[in-house]
């Protein structure tokens, strides 16, 4: 059966966005064009990786060819959720990042995990065999705005503990730093409530 390849050429809106509770969030990236609606699912850390790469693409494609590109502010401009009802295409496996000068825009290619092995040529590549692939072009704007935003999505998980970083449960940890004690979450005061242990 042929791959089959969604592209991208001017999404409406390219976004990462998670379902479910902190703890047990499902992670999604969301390309929608018009009523053209594709989802993938991935990790919290490859939304992290494709997150900080773009980052540093933007700044790479400044230096070497002087492109504008917009100031990292930080400011997040979609704050919606994602298109509901959120059915997966395929879990992500590879990413691929590139720049068309061309058109003045970052690609992102997702690939679709695969048991089989597969050239890497097929990255960004129309070849009939391989993964599935998810293709987006994305204005510097977009990138920027993608970027900012997944940064967003994975800090609103968890908040974590004060002595050892790790993520706390509602009903806490058992925190290294504490020698193996649970560790509850804190009060508005910074301190342990009086029940927990």
């Given at each position: ?35 053209r609606?594709v ?5 919290k850390?490859?939304?992290a ?16 060819f ?11 401009t ?13 879990r ?8 068309d ?8 290619e997702?690939?679709?995990v695969?048991?089989?092995?597969f ?22 704007q ?12 994975i ?43």
């Amino acid at each position: 059966m042929a791959r089959a390849i969604h592209v991208f050429r001017s999404p409406d809106r390219f976004v990462a966005g998670t379902v479910g509770q902190p703890g047990n969030r499902t992670f999604y990236l969301q390309a929608v064009h018009d009523q053209r609606v594709v989802s993938v699912m991935l990790e919290k850390q490859q939304v992290a990786v494709l997150a900080e790469r773009i980052s540093a693409l933007l700044v790479e494609i400044n230096r070497r060819f002087g492109t504008p590109i917009p100031p990292d502010t930080g400011e997040v401009t979609d704050l919606n959720p994602l298109v509901m009802p959120v059915d997966a295409e395929f879990r992500v496996g590879t990413m691929g990042l590139g720049w068309d000068s061309e058109a003045q825009t970052v690609v992102v290619e997702l690939l679709a995990v695969t048991d089989s092995e597969f050239d890497a040529s097929v990255v960004l590549d129309d070849a009939e065999e391989g993964p599935d692939a998810v293709r987006v072009f994305l204005s510097p704007q977009s990138a920027r705005d993608f970027a900012n935003r997944s940064n967003r999505v994975i800090s609103a998980g968890r908040p974590p503990c004060p002595l050892c970083e790790e993520p706390l449960d509602p009903e806490g940890h058992i925190c290294v730093r504490t020698n193996g004690y649970r560790r509850g979450m804190l009060d508005a005061d910074g301190d342990e409530p009086d029940d927990a242990t």
